[in-house]
């Protein structure tokens, strides 16, 4: 899907560079766990089973999968509308968490970037989950798997599609830590504004059919 309709693959690198922004965020907020990158959280999970006590990025991954469950409902009661209703739901959660965190409440901040970060995947999701916007291992691994093919004079896949997804979450995290090291989890307000602007133009997108 993404090979042949470009306005969708920048849809998914936008929201790719959003997930990168927002991680990086929750990262120095939380001093090294996250609230999109649910791998590197079940490592912490192991690890603080041995140092201190699992419990916050068990929290963070119960938080994600709930985010992914109310993307999924959310979208397939939408139908056809699915994209912009879980983006709306996506920058309503960021906003909110904005709002919270200059209202002093962190800890309720915290929850709906991770709720936003795992709806944020559901917004392809067709049947299935297709694309991960918040995690871009099997993105590295389709580009060895490109370089592998090319090595051996047949290349298969699309190389650009991935890495355009991995540089944009890259990105996004360089300018989440730029962000907060200026304003902290007030940031959260640019990646509101970004998530709208999203929802907007992909609610005019599917108004037109495109």
Not at 26 to 49: A, E, H, I, P, R
Request: charged residues 10%.
């Amino acid at each position: 899907m993404m090979r042949t309709d470009r306005s969708v693959l920048a849809l998914a690198v936008s929201l790719s560079t959003l997930a990168g922004y927002v991680d990086a965020l929750g990262f120095l907020k939380l001093n090294g766990y996250f609230v999109s990158f649910m791998s590197g959280n079940s490592t912490q999970v192991g690890v603080d089973v041995i140092k201190k006590g699992p419990l916050l990025p068990l929290l963070l991954i119960l938080g994600f999968v709930a985010g992914v469950t109310g993307g999924m409902l959310l979208g397939d009661s939408a139908g056809g509308r699915r994209r912009p209703v879980v983006l709306a739901a996506v920058t309503l959660l960021l906003l909110a968490g904005g709002g919270l965190h200059l209202a002093g409440l962190d800890r309720f901040t915290l929850a709906g970037m991770v709720l936003a970060m795992g709806a944020v995947n559901t917004v392809f999701a067709e049947g299935e989950v297709r694309v991960g916007l918040t995690y871009v291992t099997g993105s590295l691994v389709k580009m060895g798997q490109w370089l592998a093919s090319t090595c051996q004079g047949s290349p298969r896949g699309d190389f650009a599609t991935y890495f355009l997804l991995w540089a944009g979450l890259a990105c996004g995290a360089a300018a989440g830590g730029a962000s907060y090291l200026r304003w902290g989890l007030a940031s959260l307000f640019v990646a509101g504004a970004a998530a709208l602007l999203l929802t907007l133009a992909t609610a005019v997108r599917t108004r037109a059919g495109r």
